[in-house]
């Protein structure tokens, strides 16, 4: 196979990856439901399921939390026609409330993810998660969120600065 062509798989497959944890954090179902193929199916030891069930269960339980942010690390995509592995590092912050006060969980470990092509689209069709290691530590955020001055403070949802910005060039968040 052309090693471009293998090299422009590799890369569509990396961006899912990127896209899903995008949507994770903006906590936008749409584009999350659009990263999978419709028969697609999670396993996050917690949760086991069809991606429907996922989106189902995720977003209700981000709704807890106050943020999140998914770092992606190094990426292997292995490419097989149609069909193509991967397993991409991760590490998550997550912002909670606890009785205690604010906490900052982080969990890192890896997606091992399945991905085909069906009629010329990449989309993921299962995604396991296997974890590390796990850190809780409190919270230390200092940015005052009521009145951030100048600064451009990240946001849930298609208000994020980002949107904006990927618009004012024609580009959609997904």
Same mark, same amino acid.
């Given at each position: 196979?052309?090693?471009?062509?293998?090299?422009?798989?590799?890369?569509?497959?990396?961006?899912?990856?990127?896209?899903?944890?995008?949507?994770?954090?903006?906590?936008?179902?749409?584009?999350?439901?659009?990263?999978?193929?419709?028969?697609?199916?999670?396993?996050?030891?917690?949760?086991?399921?069809?991606?429907?069930?996922?989106?189902?269960?995720?977003?209700?339980?981000?709704?807890?939390?106050?943020?999140?942010?998914?770092?992606?690390?190094?990426?292997?995509?292995?490419?097989?026609? $149609?069909?193509?592995?991967?397993? +991409?590092?991760?590490? &998550?912050?997550?912002?909670? =409330? /606890?009785? @205690?006060?604010?906490?900052?969980?982080?969990?890192?470990?890896?997606?091992?993810?399945?991905?085909?092509?069906? $009629?010329?689209?990449?989309?993921? +069709?299962?995604?396991? &998660?296997?974890?590390?290691? =796990? /850190?809780? @530590?409190?919270?230390?955020?200092?940015?005052?969120?009521?009145?951030?001055?100048?600064?451009?403070?990240?946001?849930?949802?298609?208000?994020?600065? +980002?949107?904006?910005?990927?618009?004012?060039?024609?580009?959609?968040?997904?």
């Amino acid at each position: 196979m052309d090693r471009l062509a293998i090299a422009a798989d590799k890369l569509e497959c990396t961006e899912l990856v990127t896209r899903v944890a995008r949507a994770i954090d903006r906590c936008d179902a749409e584009l999350l439901k659009t990263l999978f193929h419709p028969d697609a199916t999670d396993d996050h030891g917690i949760f086991v399921g069809s991606v429907d069930e996922f989106i189902e269960w995720v977003m209700p339980l981000l709704a807890t939390m106050k943020r999140t942010q998914h770092i992606i690390g190094q990426v292997l995509i292995e490419v097989d026609g $149609d069909h193509a592995v991967g397993e +991409s590092y991760f590490i &998550a912050h997550h912002a909670m =409330n /606890s009785p @205690e006060g604010d906490i900052l969980m982080i969990a890192a470990g890896r997606y091992l993810d399945r991905f085909e092509r069906r $009629d010329g689209c990449w989309k993921i +069709s299962h995604r396991h &998660a296997v974890y590390d290691w =796990n /850190s809780v @530590e409190p919270m230390t955020d200092s940015y005052d969120r009521a009145n951030p001055a100048s600064m451009t403070l990240g946001t849930r949802g298609t208000s994020d600065a +980002s949107y904006s910005h990927l618009a004012s060039q024609g580009i959609t968040a997904s």
